[in-house]
Nanobody
């Protein structure tokens, strides 16, 4: 079992930045690929970014490519999502997820955090 706790969400103006963190506990962190997903009101949860076990491989949704950066610190059992040039359409609850397989598919992630709200005002 892996427990995930997100933090760092909040209210920011368009064009601003936020860094989300997700602290993991319970199992060996480096054994898990990590992903960030988001869900806006009335919409399905969508993929944002993923990072492989040692951080060598990353993938991004087209909507965030060039603006968001996923990274991980295995010594701290933490994955990050640096979000720059935020837009109102980035407003959502952001979730981190973990799985023993690398994927961009939300249905393939076994463990989820509780989410953190990000609101971008125009």
């Amino acid at each position: 079992q892996v427990q995930l706790v997100e933090s760092g969400g909040g209210l920011v103006q368009a064009g601003g930045s936020l860094r989300l963190s997700c602290a993991a506990s319970g199992r060996t962190f480096s054994n898990y690929a990590m992903g960030w997903f988001r869900q806006a009101p009335g919409k399905e949860r969508e993929f944002v970014a993923a990072i492989s076990f040692l951080g060598v491989k990353t993938h991004y949704a087209d909507s965030v490519k060039g603006r968001f950066t996923i990274s991980r610190d295995n010594a701290k059992n933490t994955v990050y999502l640096q979000m720059n040039s935020l837009k109102p359409e980035d407003t959502a609850v952001y979730y981190c997820a973990a799985d023993s397989n690398y994927s961009t598919n939300r249905d393939e992630y076994a463990y989820w955090g509780q989410g953190t709200q990000v609101t971008v005002s125009s």
